[in-house]
């Protein structure tokens, strides 16, 4: 992982973690039988497209933040099958994507 929040840019991934594989959304949601699986997937922001700022003295919350674009890749594999679905890059756009630097409690007034 990492971030530049001020500057737009960020970026996430995570590679091989357990998940069960349903099959099909109506499986997932009876909690029928499932095959072990695993899942991937890379996450970039980048592009500032807009910029802000929030403040609650009230309720010590502050946050800044940075609309961006964002491009997801994903990949999950069935290891019992050997099935695997790959994602193209930004098959699905992000709608909405931000970066935010936020304080809150006992960090409100540090200025860190």
Do not use: C
């Amino acid at each position: 992982m990492s971030a530049q929040p001020g500057a737009g840019r960020a970026s996430y991934s995570a590679q091989n973690l357990p998940q069960r594989d349903y099959h099909n959304i109506g499986n997932s949601l009876a909690n029928g039988p499932s095959d072990p699986g695993t899942v991937s997937f890379n996450v970039d922001w980048g592009g500032v497209t807009g910029r802000g700022h929030f403040s609650d003295a009230v309720h010590k919350f502050q946050l800044d933040f940075v609309d961006t674009d964002a491009a997801v890749t994903w990949r999950g594999r069935n290891d019992l099958t050997g099935a695997t679905f790959t994602s193209g890059k930004n098959d699905s756009p992000a709608a909405f994507a931000r970066l935010a630097h936020e304080r809150n409690g006992s960090f409100f007034n540090s200025g860190e």
